[in-house]
């Protein structure tokens, strides 16, 4: 049997792939739905108010009913305002919004869900607007079991991961007349978002990113070159730029975080591939090679703690010494932060190594970096 983690590492690449190639989405989605153990996955959109939607892309769903949910069962399903309220990239099963008793009792389970097979559904808010909220999801059906913690914990892994690939995919295409729609969801991040060429050079910056070109105090730019003020971390952030021109294998598929300062005020740069080797050789050219998300690391490690240790089933200690490697780093520093012994504080180092599969406090802190979230709304 494959490791997990290898199944994983290959499915993030292909789900970045498709931010240059939307045609590889049908192929992610059926990937994505045997990851996580389905039937069935869909990328779709629907709307509380106006009760109607679409969908953007599909494997596995029968195309009569998908028709038909939109033209009649949107109206009948009692989980639509739920899913629209959901916080974004959180998990959730139609058992968390409404006891499943009641469930069985309406029309849309015994006119649509049971006539299908369908015996649960686990999906994801990616993106939201004021009236109106886009979707991954994953179905199950009799032969797959019910939605168990083991479904929820692997859809946890790949949904960061699809919701930057949507995002960036659709600024990405700019020749459609969605980009400048997508372009205005990415300028009302908190994070920084470029897109930067080989040689780092600015294809888009988002308007958080262009504060903080304007305020030049973490980032700054000379003739469209990205680069950081900090000469320690500039070179640091132009190599690994230049390392993503060479696909996935270079910097990996979630890729490598890049401190840009220190505490007390830490800023981190997560730069992600937009290419791979696959498709460089197949002769697919497009300007932008990676994207770099800039933001201020000490306020999303608490998030990405708590997904972590959702996701992995860390203990309130584990998770604290977690933090603190994150945070200060060597053993010593973080047995003083934490209150704890030197010796504890290694022995919850393995620990979390067997759990999370890393084997140094380099790979927690990347694994950190990357679960935090710098697709977090401005608020």
Not at 101 to 107: H, I, N, Q, S
Not at 229 to 254: F, N, Q, Y
């Amino acid at each position: 049997m494959i490791p997990e983690t290898k199944v994983l590492s290959d499915l993030l690449g292909t789900i970045y792939d498709t931010t240059l190639d939307r045609a590889l989405w049908p192929d992610v989605l059926r990937r994505s739905m045997e990851f996580v153990g389905g039937s069935a996955a869909t990328i779709f959109a629907k709307s509380p108010t106006a009760l109607h939607g679409n969908v953007y892309y599909d494997w596995g769903t029968d195309p009569y009913y998908r028709q038909l949910y939109f033209d009649k069962y949107i109206k009948l399903d009692p989980t639509t305002s739920s899913h629209y309220f959901a916080d974004v990239e959180q998990p959730i099963a139609t058992a968390d919004l409404m006891p499943c008793g009641e469930f069985l009792e309406t029309r849309f389970y015994k006119e649509w869900v049971q006539p299908q097979g369908l015996v649960g559904f686990v999906s994801a808010v990616l993106d939201k607007s004021a009236t109106r909220a886009a979707l991954f999801g994953v179905f199950r059906r009799e032969r797959d079991g019910i939605v168990d913690d083991e479904m929820r914990r692997r859809m946890g892994l790949i949904i960061p991961h699809v919701r930057r690939a949507v995002l960036i995919g659709n600024v990405l295409d700019l020749n459609t007349a969605e980009a400048a729609s997508f372009s205005d969801a990415l300028s009302g991040l908190a994070a920084g978002v470029f897109l930067v060429d080989e040689n780092a050079r600015i294809v888009f910056a988002n308007r958080s990113g262009q504060i903080m070109l304007d305020d030049g105090q973490i980032l700054r730019q000379k003739d469209r070159v990205l680069m950081a003020v900090d000469p320690r971390t500039r070179t640091a952030l132009h190599d690994v730029i230049a390392l993503a021109s060479g696909a996935d294998a270079a910097v990996g598929a979630i890729g490598i975080a890049v401190a840009l300062s220190s505490p007390p005020e830490p800023w981190l740069a997560r730069v992600l591939p937009l290419t791979s080797g696959a498709r460089l050789h197949a002769g697919i050219a497009c300007s932008a090679v990676a994207a770099v998300f800039v933001h201020r690391a000490s306020l999303e490690t608490r998030s990405s703690i708590e997904t972590l240790s959702k996701l992995y089933s860390l203990t309130p200690s584990e998770q604290r010494v977690l933090a603190a490697v994150g945070e200060v780093g060597r053993i010593s520093a973080v047995a003083e932060v934490v209150g704890i012994s030197e010796q504890t504080v290694k022995t919850h180092l393995q620990n979390l190594f067997a759990k999370t599969g890393t084997n140094r406090q380099s790979d927690l802190i990347k694994l950190v970096a990357a679960h935090a979230s710098p697709l977090r709304p401005v608020l």
